[in-house]
């Protein structure tokens, strides 16, 4: 299955490269069929990056699920505004390769939506989690408050949110998406135990990176 995020890159090059591969093929033309070589790769690699797999969700309403695709690059301790003291952080790299859909790791009642400008620094630097451009939404949740901060990296430039302030989403819904390569910030309650260490990859929607207790 294809994100419909991918039909605005996904079709024009289609489009393109389409006519230029019979154009080049009819003419025997060397230019034009490296043209339409560059072009079939970029149309394969989007439709690698754009795709949306299906996923089967634990639902046990104790268990928080992971928010994206990739590879776990830390685990902390963190006093949140919002969250609280000691809040659980879980951050999440995504490369180029990965599910760039984003979901929904709870159950809850989405109390906030903030798009924080920023700049554009390597998804996997720490500081990223700062001072990067990003959206912050705010679930609640009968057992306390979830911070998932949808962060771009260096040449991510587009993400997108489908939360709405009060309105309910359930956990492995479609959150967002963020194009070419980014970081997802899951923070959550004091309370939760989480159960992912760093270096771990991870499956949204399917792998359980915390249970509440």
Excluded: W
Excluded at 61 to 70: F, V
Excluded at 111 to 140: I, M, Y
């Amino acid at each position: 299955m294809i994100a419909k995020e991918g039909r605005i890159i996904l079709i024009p090059l289609f489009l393109l490269a389409f006519p230029i591969g019979i154009y080049a093929h009819a003419v025997d033309s060397i230019p034009f069929t490296i043209i339409y070589g560059i072009l079939g790769l970029l149309f394969l690699f989007s439709l690698n990056f754009f795709r949306d797999p299906k996923r089967n969700i634990p639902m046990d309403e104790k268990l928080i699920i992971s928010p994206a695709d990739g590879k776990i690059v830390k685990v902390s301790e963190i006093n949140d505004p919002e969250v609280g003291e000691s809040a659980k952080l879980v951050s999440i790299f995504l490369n180029v390769f990965s599910v760039h859909v984003n979901r929904v790791p709870i159950d809850g009642t989405v109390a906030s939506v903030k798009r924080k400008p920023g700049k554009f620094l390597a998804a996997f630097d720490h500081k990223a989690s700062d001072e990067n451009e990003q959206v912050v939404t705010v679930l609640e949740h009968t057992s306390g408050k979830y911070k998932i901060k949808q962060i771009a990296g260096l040449i991510a430039r587009r993400i997108l949110c489908y939360a709405n302030v009060g309105s309910k989403m359930h956990k492995g819904a479609r959150l967002g998406f963020i194009r070419f390569g980014s970081r997802t910030d899951l923070i959550m309650p004091a309370h939760v135990d989480v159960r992912v260490v760093v270096g771990q990859k991870v499956t949204g929607s399917e792998t359980v990176v915390a249970e509440i207790i």
